[in-house]
């Protein structure tokens, strides 16, 4: 007879867990993207060590050369080799990513915790400050951020976290003012709490999940308003590989060697998508009464 | 690329004015002692006394291209953008002279081999020690307006030139009216390039249609003496002629009407042309469209040949600052050393580019076929830079437009730079940058765009002079190099001229490395559908084309 | 409901006024000088001093900007450095081409959306609704410029059946106006149409799992009746209130489209502006197109405030 496995009995925070891992990766095209995720994070992290050339390297002599064994996505016009470009490209867009999102989630969370908990006039000027800065079209905005502070990398993720940020000012401002209603903030003002550590203790947590989820499917955007800025001119300087810049540079031989602006595009396309899907999941895993919507 | 905006307006800016702004690469004869130009055409047609440039043409095309159909509209794209196209005196990029030419004038023109020939004047005399220039204006000549074109409409255009500033006139003294068809321009004092730049570069406006209508309307408008007229005209999108049927010349235009389209992209523009929405396209010049469009049969590369209107484009250091390497004209000639030029130019312009390594194109009188010039020798870059104190390199930067071959041919001379110890970080900018850095000085390497006509005492004084329009605030300005300037300019005869060019060339290049290392000679070329006919794109000139004898066969 | 459009009238007025401070503030940053990019390399010091008195550049920042607003009120918006004409010309001229590509793309993206969204939420867990949330999600992950520039190259260079660039008036040609605009509005729809099947799906699907469609459902009417006439309309709240802020995305997104496609726009205007540091421009279109989405805004909270009652009540 076979030994009964005995039930494995899991303490809440693990039941908790296993229950939000378990809702995350239920479909499939959530697993897709959270490997094509890890993929592009390995491929940012190692890019010196799994590219198989340097991406600045140069070859005149072997220019806008079609996909081969030597190179596996061909060549660009200056016989750089298009694979390695697009694993240092996934640094590029991974940090923009994600150095303009820190940017915007911190400055934007610190914003809407101070408008919604101290209210009055200072909610309402930063609110009506958030509100004009979203009446200014991102791209615009950008531009016009990006042309003051010029390009490169750094001033890209300076130009998109400011761009961004609105967005989790309002949103961490909505979850302060309905969280401040809760007794046991009342509560901890009564027992003396100081404002500040009142706001940290018992508000900032719940604040935190929605903002994730707004902070993954802003990556996504932040990439893609990286690789239009990219494309207007505006973006990254060269010889850095940027997937963006890489579409635009290959606008110009779109007929004869298409590979070199498709190829990029593809990437940005499965980057954005993947971080949606998994954006998506982590609101329904993290929310309860979305549980089921899916 | 839509960097190509940013790229386009940089180069438009920068190459229009660069293409002799204030003159013209003229033809090297110093024309201070013949009255009458030759007119040098290779058809036994007209007599040069009195012909116009026009007519010339007309014999041309007659002979030519076969029976002439009239009428029809021709499309042309371009990405040059004018913001005025009627009032001629703010038009000053030399790349909006294709549109002045559709309906409007000049006092004299070129021939396919480079020489002065008459349009609205049919003698001309250039008095060097009077400092005078006279002209005798074609008789029974009348404005769009049916006004006629004479001494006065002359001397009130001038007028109006000089008042606006213009760079052109700001030698003239004054001009006066001798009688109805003979004007006498007064200049301040001689100077032999003054003929060209008053004779091609100014462009006749009706005084009595600017009077009742003003100059708003002048500014979006025209009333020339050119073929057609201005019928419509969208800033930034397009502008439209249509024939000017009082036109000088019986039965032309031949063409009903011209329609521009501007673009802010220079791959829509090419792909425009590929499928035949545009039948002409101006300055493509970019070695990529070249590139796009090779092979196509029906469609055929304008490029002038005479050396009118011909630039060059290099990388020029900033030498101004004491603080800076490049002020040490071993660290000039480093870089000059460190680059394998040749390859870069070649390979990246798909061979389209010619090389030059002076301030002229190969070929042309000024350019010194004795220069030692740099060849590719990375050693030799090192040791000069341990020379001038650098053993361990240094840091700076290399600005560029973001066109592909600017980009890319900056990216590649990074990368050259880097194995001789010289860290230049790739910097794209725009237009805007560039003209504040062209006209206020950079710091580190830059695209150095130079007018490389035959006449290095005007272009090359532009730069050279301590207060130069262009360059002149990034740079060193050595004595010596000013004196021969000068001496150029003081030439009384062609030879001596040469001579003292040469020699300018070989201070400037080989010694000093001032302007750091010319990349290739770049005349706008110009491409065109092969049923258009007559155009004479670039012919005479890089920038100039005749709308008048233009025609469609099809 | 009163004091509530007024308050939001109030806050309306108090975000125009910023806007117009960031915007001339942020103009006024970028460096180069607009008169010297106009003028070209061959002007002089005399030129240059002229062109910049005539246009009042010589005065103090703050003077300008008081000029600027005061011009505001008399409707008047300045001058255009690049083009010479008034920028409020200018923008009539490019308002026309900037529609007729954003305005077809919004509601085709709306009314494609909100079916695809409805089919989607109706569907849920079947292929259906996997294939189009899936085609939707990589919609939304799908740049702008990529997908036009392959469409481009496949329909107008290789099967030449569209025209690969251009816009011409309605009245000139009804038919090339229309094969004009099809690549620019596919493309600018995509991205909205994603992002609405995706919002309508989700606000759908959260209205459907209420009691009052349990309810509905177990009177016996019609899964018809149920799905339109009682979830969709409540689903629509959400889905309009975010029309408020696509309406600053599609004039945002148009500039990348105009661009490629060479069509005379306002996007168009703004990005050769930018380059050109061309204040009146910039600041007059920024302007006139925040104001647009803070009406649209305003417009769309008055709507809602009027539907849920809720909302009013801050």
């Known amino acids: 007879m076979k030994k009964e496995k005995e039930a494995k009995v899991l303490t809440p925070a693990q039941e908790r867990r296993k229950q939000f891992l378990d809702t995350f990766f239920a479909t499939i095209p959530v697993r897709i993207g959270f490997g094509i995720i890890a993929v592009m994070i390995v491929c940012a992290v190692f890019a010196p060590l799994v590219a198989p050339y340097d991406p600045y390297t140069q070859d005149l002599t072997n220019m806008l050369q079609g996909m081969s064994g030597a190179h596996f996505f061909g060549t660009d016009a200056l016989g750089r080799d298009l694979l390695s470009r697009i694993i240092y490209g996934a640094r590029a867009s991974l940090s923009v990513g994600l150095v303009s999102t820190l940017i915007a989630g911190s400055v934007g969370i610190a914003l809407g915790l101070m408008a919604g908990y101290l209210g009055k006039w200072i909610d309402a000027v930063i609110m009506r400050v958030m509100d004009a800065m979203m009446s200014i079209p991102v791209v615009i905005l950008a531009l016009f951020i990006g042309s003051i502070l010029g390009k490169g990398l750094g001033n890209i993720m300076l130009c998109i976290g400011i761009v961004m940020m609105p967005g989790y000012a309002r949103m961490t401002r909505g979850q302060v003012l309905s969280v401040k209603q809760l007794d046991y903030v009342t509560a901890g003002k009564i027992s003396g709490a100081t404002r500040m550590k009142n706001a940290v203790k018992h508000i900032l947590p719940n604040c935190i999940a929605p903002n994730l989820v707004l902070a993954t499917m802003n990556l996504g955007t932040a990439i893609l308003t990286e690789a239009g800025l990219s494309y207007l001119g505006m973006g990254i300087n060269p010889p850095t590989a940027s997937w963006g810049a890489m579409v635009s540079d290959g606008y110009r031989y779109l007929q004869e060697y298409p590979h070199i602006a498709i190829i990029p595009g593809i990437f940005i396309i499965l980057t954005v998508w993947a971080f949606n899907v998994c954006g998506d999941a982590l609101r329904d895993a993290t929310d309860p009464r979305l549980r089921g919507t899916r | 690329m839509r960097k190509k905006v940013i790229a386009i307006l940089l180069t438009v800016t920068m190459t229009a004015a660069m293409l002799a702004g204030c003159g013209n690469s003229g033809s090297s004869s110093d024309s201070s002692t013949e009255p009458v130009q030759e007119e040098n055409t290779e058809e036994p047609a007209t007599e040069e006394d009195s012909a116009t440039a026009e007519e010339a043409e007309t014999a041309e095309s007659e002979a030519g291209g076969g029976e002439i159909k009239t009428g029809g509209t021709l499309r042309v794209g371009t990405v040059q953008s004018p913001s005025v196209v009627g009032f001629t005196p703010e038009v000053t990029n030399n790349s909006f002279i294709q549109y002045l030419r559709c309906a409007y004038e000049s006092l004299l023109y070129y021939d396919e081999a480079g020489n002065i020939v008459g349009q609205l004047a049919s003698e001309w005399e250039a008095d060097a020690d009077a400092a005078t220039l006279t002209f005798k204006l074609v008789d029974g000549v009348n404005f769009a307006d049916g006004t006629p074109f004479n001494a006065e409409a002359v001397k009130w255009n001038i007028e109006q030139y000089i008042e606006t500033g213009r760079s052109e006139t700001n030698n003239i003294d004054s001009v006066e009216v001798v009688d109805d068809s003979t004007v006498t321009v007064k200049l301040k004092e001689w100077n032999s390039s003054s003929l060209e730049m008053i004779g091609f570069f100014i462009y006749y406006m009706s005084p009595t249609t600017f009077d009742e209508k003003g100059i708003e309307w002048m500014r979006a408008n025209s009333c020339g003496t050119g073929p057609f007229v201005v019928s419509g005209f969208d800033q930034g999108v397009s502008i439209k002629y249509t024939k000017n049927e009082n036109y000088r010349v019986e039965g032309q235009p031949y063409l009903d009407g011209i329609d521009y389209t501007i673009f802010g992209d220079s791959t829509t523009l090419t792909n425009a042309l590929k499928a035949g929405e545009v039948d002409v396209l101006t300055y493509g010049n970019d070695c990529d469209i070249m590139k796009d469009l090779e092979g196509i049969t029906n469609i055929i590369t304008e490029k002038n040949s005479n050396g009118l209107g011909v630039e060059s484009v290099g990388i020029i250091p900033s030498s101004a600052e004491e603080s800076d390497p490049f002020y040490d004209a071993k660290v000039r000639q480093a870089l000059c050393y460190a680059v394998d030029w040749d390859q870069i130019v070649t390979a990246l312009s798909y061979g389209y580019y010619e090389r030059t390594n002076q301030w002229a194109a190969p070929g042309a009188a000024t350019y010194n076929t004795d220069l030692k010039g740099y060849s590719y020798d990375p050693e030799k870059a090192k040791a000069l830079l341990a020379e001038a104190g650098y053993a361990d390199g240094f840091d700076t930067v290399i600005y560029s437009a973001s066109t592909g071959f600017q980009q890319n041919a900056a990216t590649a001379i990074s990368a050259s730079l880097a194995e001789v110890g010289i860290n230049a970080s790739v910097e794209i900018i725009d237009g805007a940058k560039g003209n504040d850095m062209m006209a206020n000085g950079w710091s580190g390497l830059y695209w150095h765009y130079a007018s490389v006509g035959p006449d290095l005492g005007l272009y090359m004084g532009r730069h050279l002079d301590v207060n130069g329009a262009y360059y002149a605030k990034g740079i060193q300005h050595p004595q010596d190099c000013l004196d021969l300037l000068n001496e150029i300019r003081a030439a009384k005869d062609e030879t001596t001229k040469v001579d003292l060019e040469w020699q300018l060339q070989e201070k400037i290049y080989d010694e000093y490395a001032l302007f750091g290392m010319p990349l290739y000679v770049n005349a706008p070329v110009h491409m065109r559908y092969d049923y258009v006919e007559g155009a004479q794109l670039a012919k005479v000139h890089a920038v100039t084309w005749s709308p008048a004898t233009t025609w469609l066969n099809k | ?314």
Not at chain 3, 122 to 145: E, K, M, Q, Y
Not at chain 3, 283 to 309: E, H, K, R, S
């Open chain 3, 1 to 314: 409901m009163g004091k509530y459009v007024f308050k939001r009238l109030g806050q309306s007025l108090i975000v125009v006024f910023i806007v117009t401070v960031i915007v001339f503030g942020l103009m006024h940053l970028l460096p180069g000088d607009p008169i010297q990019i106009y003028l070209g390399d061959t002007a002089t010091e005399e030129q240059i001093a002229y062109y910049t008195k005539q246009f009042g550049l010589d005065q103090p920042l703050p003077v300008q900007y008081i000029r600027w607003i005061g011009g505001l009120f008399k409707g008047e918006m300045g001058r255009s450095i690049t083009y010479s004409i008034d920028v409020k010309e200018l923008l009539l001229r490019r308002v026309a081409s900037t529609l007729s590509v954003t305005f077809p793309a919004f509601v085709l993206a709306l009314l494609i959306g909100i079916c695809l969204g409805v089919i989607t939420s109706t569907h849920r867990g079947r292929t259906l609704d996997s294939l189009l949330t899936s085609i939707a999600n990589v919609g939304i992950a799908t740049p702008a410029f990529w997908i036009g520039m392959i469409l481009v190259y496949i329909f107008g260079l290789k099967l030449k059946w569209l025209p690969v660039q251009g816009y011409i008036p309605f009245s000139e040609s009804p038919s090339d106006y229309i094969k004009c605009l099809v690549m620019p509005v596919i493309v600018l729809t995509l991205g909205h149409l994603s992002s609405n099947t995706r919002q309508t799906r989700s606000s759908m699907l959260e209205v459907i799992s209420q009691d009052y469609i349990r309810t509905a459902r177990s009177k016996g009417l019609s899964e018809k009746t149920v799905v339109y006439k009682h979830a969709l309309r409540n689903a629509l709240i959400p889905i309009v209130t975010m029309m408020g802020g696509a309406v600053g995305a599609l004039l945002g997104g148009t500039v990348v489209i105009e661009n490629l496609f060479n069509i005379p726009g306002v996007g168009a205007l703004m990005l050769t502006a930018i380059i050109n540091k061309d204040y009146m421009v910039v600041q007059n279109v920024t302007f006139v197109i925040a104001v647009a989405v803070v009406i649209c805004n305003l417009l769309i909270d008055i709507l809602y405030g009027y539907i849920d009652p809720r909302i009013r009540v801050e």
